[in-house]
């Protein structure tokens, strides 16, 4: 590794041997090159999250209990995530409002699966700066728009948790998920 | 040393130029082990060590490092955190394995760079203070090595936790107290863990120091050489580099060839496979012993087991065990002969080889479970490993009539018409 | 000065080790060497057990870790925890992601509710490890997941621990050492450290699981199945650790040997040394 160069010996100075005996030297110091960056993979891969952490990145969740305008948080990668049974007048409501007129323009129809239009399923995490609105939990403030509202940095989410007002640039993110029956799979 | 033909610092690159007005990092650098920095040039191969040890010691600093980001210092989760490493961190096991004989490695070329100071005399004048630097570095190495085994937290490091801290406390009156605040408790717990994990990340930065006052302290007289023959003209010396950085880079290759082996493929040689059963305060093994490195200085311990005059035996062990280092330090001053290398004191190397076999034999015996035969021979070997160093090095070093020694460097290298054949050798 | 120190120190520690050695020697006069009943009959000779997973170029045989695996269930898992492998890593034996999940979920863990804090059982994931198996009869069973790397032998150790029980203690033994009688709830086993071992014979007769694979679950079968699969339960890393190190003990050599040709290169017109 310390033995770059030696491409400037008095020996390699003249001659026909000249060329073979430089190559020697630049393939050793090219390999001890290689063999480094060889090293530096493993050393920079090990702050990846480990295997145990990514085992947890796929979550089941009955849904069975969750009536329509009530929400159930699950957990999801360590994070919050909303799901929600959306009454028909929030259904409306947000299918009512013009997506193209929006910050982040999406249709309640592009964030929840085919039949299930009134299930939304959201991550509870602020797209400003990753805070975990609220709205979801019995009681909870939702906000100008009747959906999440973050107290943090004043965001307002609408029936559809997208972005109304406030500083975050997206709506709140919808996961992978699949539904078989009255279980969600998240991730 | 820089000798009137060493070569000056000439920047090649005007941003070096730059750099070197402002900070003279390149200078240094290229004095220290670069072109500037001339050496002997019939060093032998005992001379790669000590680039070596440098290259164990960046291994066990970035290794080490990294498994502190995920290891847990505290004593219900340390055990399974080393495991979390071996299964779930991505190359986890290569990063563990890798530093666990990343040790082992840095003991073996310690000790083969000790052995080199000790046959061929680097450690008398003027490079005294390079050896006692280089003494102290191994006792921190020790301190650290010890430390770091207590880590995993399985059954050797805390029963090795609980022995070293108990050969304090065979010190008369303040003994048992000092244990206690060693430990943080009255037996190994969570302070003593702790404390262990943080003081076994700090003390390789404070060898990393000393290493550097120790290559530094090498440079005010230059590296010795297998004749201990001073430096006295150019055809002497070459520069570091690239003659020198050729050598220990090849070395390296070598040095890592061997290590890996050892990583992927005996990754648990050196190890005991007690220390893969979790901490039990309750039950001791069968068998306690040391990781390889500390077998000859547990053989002395266990080797004093009576009573002698006003001191007990365990304060005699305790006492051995430290002096066997401590009398390194004494060294430069109880060896007065003023030739330097072992290959020309025909009678000093007679003995200084039955030391070798005798470090050997206790090595062995400190591997051995405490019981006879082993004690008793332990017991004669370290006998011998005291006199060698108290009475034998002085008075051999004061009645030896050492072999005539090379004129030069250059001669013992070309022989006696060495310079001659210099101007004609290039091709 | 600094000389007749030392040498007086050198001076006592030679007597303090000759004391030593004297009242040491008359005692082993009268003692003898010491004989114990771990060097005269505990056998350290394991039985030969070749695995797949042995050697440079060693990749672990699934079959028989599936096999192994069906046999830790069936007879080891009722006393000895795995605590360390979780029950995904059974994907590495070549179980689909839903039978694990059929196995997990068999298992009851308790776990901490993510929502409320409380800690309750539920059925097991492939995320949870192994849980504990809580074991109220004689002995101390050891946790399993580290077992080939926690005994000198390893798999060979568990192997012939496995198969080496005796029924009948040699007389001589007994002649000898009245102590190592083995005691009631204890059975005699010359691998076992202490030669009486709490565990009754666990692979004592055959057909204790049934292979789903089909071999005949013989006791010798069993017992090299689940010694083969503690390999795996301690060195999961195995397969890799041998395939990385065999690019990398080459690339190193290759690398070795062109540092060595260009050191030769460099000192080239430095002949004679």
């Given at each position: 590794m310390a033995q770059e160069a030696a491409i400037d010996t008095p020996a390699a100075q003249s001659g026909e041997g000249v060329r073979r005996r430089d190559f020697i030297n630049i393939a050793a110091v090219s390999a001890a090159g290689v063999g480094g960056v060889a090293v530096v993979y493993p050393l920079i891969s090990q702050?990846?999250?480990s295997a145990d952490v990514l085992a947890e990145s796929s979550t089941e969740v009955d849904i069975s209990a969750v009536q329509p305008g009530q929400a159930i948080k699950a957990v999801f990668r360590k994070q919050p995530v909303f799901i929600r049974s959306l009454t028909p007048a929030e259904v409306e409501a947000a299918n009512k409002?013009?997506?193209?007129?929006?910050?982040?323009p999406q249709t309640l129809a592009e964030r929840t699966k085919e039949g299930h239009e009134n299930l939304l399923i959201t991550m509870g995490v602020c797209t400003h700066l990753g805070c975990v609105p609220q709205g979801a939990g019995a009681g909870e403030v939702k906000g100008e728009f009747g959906g999440y509202f973050c107290p943090c940095h004043g965001s307002h989410y609408d029936t559809a948790a997208r972005i109304r007002k406030g500083p975050a640039p997206k709506n709140l993110q919808v996961p992978e998920y699949e539904i078989n029956g009255t279980v969600v799979k998240i991730g | 040393m820089s000798f009137p033909w060493s070569k000056q610092y000439t920047p090649s690159h005007p941003v070096m130029t730059w750099l070197d007005e402002k900070l003279p990092l390149p200078r240094l650098v290229y004095n220290a082990v670069g072109g500037g920095y001339e050496v002997p040039?019939?060093?032998?191969?005992?001379?790669?060590f000590g680039f070596l040890a440098g290259f164990c010691l960046v291994i066990q600093i970035v290794t080490g490092v990294i498994l502190a980001m995920h290891y847990g210092g505290d004593t219900s989760v340390a055990f399974n955190s080393t495991e979390h490493i071996m299964r779930d961190v991505n190359w986890g096991w290569m990063l563990r394995y890798g530093h666990a004989n990343g040790a082992a490695a840095f003991f073996a070329v310690i000790y083969l760079h000790i052995f080199r100071g000790f046959y061929y005399g680097s450690y008398k004048a003027p490079r005294e203070m390079i050896w006692l630097l280089g003494v102290v570095i191994f006792l921190l190495m020790m301190a650290t090595a010890f430390m770091g085994y207590v880590l995993p937290w399985g059954q050797m490091s805390y029963w090795a936790a609980q022995v070293i801290t108990g050969?304090?406390?065979?010190?008369?009156?303040?003994g048992d107290p000092l244990r206690e605040w060693l430990l943080g408790g009255f037996a190994p717990g969570n302070a003593t863990l702790n404390r262990f994990f943080s003081l076994h990340f700090l003390l390789p930065f404070v060898i990393l120091g000393v290493v550097i006052l120790h290559i530094w302290s090498l440079h005010i007289p230059g590296s010795s050489n297998p004749t201990g023959v001073e430096v006295k003209s150019e055809s002497d010396t070459v520069p570091f580099h690239p003659y020198y950085t050729a050598k220990d880079g090849w070395t390296v290759g070598l040095f890592m060839v061997i290590y890996s082996l050892f990583v992927f493929y005996m990754p648990n040689a050196l190890g005991h496979p007690d220390n893969y059963i979790p901490a039990n305060p309750m039950q001791t093994p069968a068998h306690i012993v040391p990781e390889w490195y500390f077998w000859p200085f547990y053989a002395i311990l266990r080797s004093f087991t009576q009573n002698f005059l006003i001191f007990d035996a365990k304060l005699l062990g305790v006492l051995a065990m430290f002096a066997a280092i401590l009398v390194w330090f004494f060294l430069p001053w109880l060896d007065k002969s003023p030739v330097r290398s072992a290959t020309y004191r025909p009678l000093y190397r007679k003995f200084f080889w039955l030391l070798v076999v005798d470090v050997l034999i206790l090595g062995y015996l400190g591997k051995a479970p405490a019981e006879q035969p082993y004690v008793l021979i332990s017991q004669l070997a370290t006998m011998y490993y005291f006199l060698h160093f108290l009475v034998i090095v002085p008075i051999v070093s004061s009645i030896e009539r050492p072999d005539p020694l090379p004129f030069s460097i250059t001669e013992s290298v070309l022989g006696s018409d060495g310079a001659a054949k210099l101007t004609t050798t290039k091709s | 000065m600094i000389r007749i120190i030392s040498i007086l120190t050198g001076l006592f520690f030679t007597a303090a080790l000759l004391w030593s050695l004297t009242l040491d020697t008359i005692q082993l006069s009268k003692d003898g060497l010491p004989h114990t009943v771990e060097k005269a009959y505990v056998n350290h000779h394991l039985k030969d057990l070749k695995l797949k997973?042995?050697?440079?170029f060693g990749k672990f045989d699934k079959a028989q870790l599936k096999r192994g695996f069906e046999v830790y269930q069936g007879v080891c898992a009722s006393c000895h925890s795995m605590g360390q492998v979780s029950y995904r890593s059974l994907a590495a034996l070549g179980y689909s992601e839903t039978e694990v999940k059929a196995i997990a979920a068999k298992a009851t863990v308790s776990a901490k509710d993510p929502l409320t804090g409380e800690i309750k059982d539920r059925p097991g994931q492939p995320s949870d490890k192994f849980p504990k198996v809580i074991y109220a009869g004689v002995g101390n069973p050891p946790d399993l997941s580290l077992i080939t790397k926690a005994r000198h032998g390893g798999a060979a150790y568990v192997y012939s621990l496995l198969t080496g029980y005796e029924a009948q203690q040699p007389a001589a033994l007994l002649k000898e050492f009245p102590d190592a009688k083995t005691g009631e709830n204890m059975h005699y086993n010359p691998y076992f450290a202490n030669l009486?071992?709490?565990?009754?014979?666990?692979?004592?007769?055959?057909?204790l699981v049934t292979y789903t694979d089909g071999t005949k679950a013989t006791k010798d079968q069993m017992a090299q199945d689940v010694a083969a699969f503690l390999v795996w339960t301690a060195e999961p890393e195995l397969e890799q650790r041998h395939q990385t190190g065999l690019w990398w003990v080459l690339f190193m050599l290759f690398a070795t040997v062109l540092g060595y040709m260009s050191y030769r290169n460099i000192w080239a017109e430095k002949k004679g040394h």
């Open positions: 702050m990846a999250p409002v013009d997506a193209a007129s929006l910050r982040d | 040039r019939n060093l032998n191969y005992f001379w790669n050969l304090f406390s065979s010190i008369p009156l303040v | 997973s042995d050697g440079i009486n071992i709490a565990m009754a014979p666990p692979l004592a007769s055959d057909d």
